[in-house]
């Protein structure tokens, strides 16, 4: 099938269209230089490995590596960054058509960086839409480009969106399936503006709490099953409450704590507008003030 790039159309097997994603890892290229030990490179091989996991690179399991396949993802792993590319055409956009499978992606996106945080490793990232050529050992790739010059310009731990991919996604002719109250496009994504810069970033923050459920153990689900018509309801308002606030509070101390070891005002500066998106977040969740960041 030709592909457009640019307004024209080409054949070649290895060239696709589609988006890329080039994400960052805070911190790890200093690590990698001051390692001087044996446990200082197991460490960091270990926080390396959580992220591959997270971005299902080279996943054993075999729903999660036949989805990949579906979708021709591509997961590229490094020192310090890691890059995923996903074409718009592949089997699992052939019939539903490229919204509902690419938003997926870039939920996925909000899941890997709220689970990152969580395990003190902090994310920041580009994501464009353009040509990806991939022959062996070679790469070349218009969308990596542009997605790697967003997410240096950016200035706070979130991962960006180009102007390219937000137009793309808000004037996709399948949004038009959502209504107002469910438009991914205002549920997924927010705007990071100052005077030198604006730009839509994944609301990773709220994805992450949308998805809790209300429990976590076999004996929650015991006591449900056991219960009245009108206890069901209070187990399960105050199971998913349980669980909002705990992911709240992790979230909050390990900002917390990154910006407390921060070593200058510029790396302070990104953990404090975290602590802000976090908190305004948190108020639309939860009133126990435990969950509030305080930096």
């Not at 729903?63 to 718009?88: G, M, R, Y």
């Not at 994504?189 to 976590?216: A, M, P, V």
């Not at 979230?251 to 404090?272: G, M």
Request: aromatic share 12%; charged share 30%; net charge negative.
């Amino acid at each position: 099938m030709p592909l457009a790039v640019k307004g024209e159309f080409v054949l070649e097997d290895n060239l696709s269209v589609g988006i890329t994603a080039f994400i960052d890892i805070l911190g790890f290229g200093e690590k990698i230089l001051n390692a001087e030990s044996f446990d200082d490179i197991k460490i960091i091989k270990q926080e390396i490995e959580q992220i591959q996991k997270e971005f299902d690179f080279e996943s054993k399991d075999e729903q999660i590596s036949e989805l990949q396949k579906s979708h021709k993802k591509t997961v590229l792993a490094f020192s310090d960054c890691v890059i995923i590319n996903v074409p718009l055409q592949s089997e699992a956009t052939e019939y539903s058509g490229t919204f509902d499978p690419l938003m997926n992606e870039l939920v996925g996106f909000a899941y890997t960086q709220g689970s990152c945080v969580l395990n003190s490793i902090f994310l920041r990232g580009g994501v464009e839409t353009g040509w990806w050529l991939q022959e062996g050992s070679t790469l070349m790739s218009q969308s990596l480009v542009d997605s790697v010059k967003r997410e240096s310009s950016a200035d706070v731990p979130v991962i960006a969106l180009c102007e390219t991919i937000y137009k793309y996604f808000s004037d996709h002719d399948h949004r038009k399936f959502y209504s107002e109250d469910d438009d991914p496009i205002k549920s997924m994504f927010r705007e990071y503006k100052t005077d030198d810069d604006s730009f839509f970033y994944i609301d990773y923050i709220s994805i992450c709490l949308r998805s809790l459920d209300w429990h976590r153990s076999r004996s929650q689900l015991n006591k449900y099953q056991a219960s009245s018509p009108e206890e069901k309801d209070e187990i399960v308002t105050s199971g998913h409450r349980d669980n909002v606030d705990d992911w709240l509070c992790e979230h909050a101390r390990n900002i917390e704590e990154a910006y407390k070891i921060a070593p200058n005002k510029k790396v302070k500066y990104k953990y404090q507008w975290l602590s802000n998106y976090h908190n305004e977040i948190s108020e639309k969740y939860s009133t126990n003030t435990s969950c509030q960041c305080k930096v």
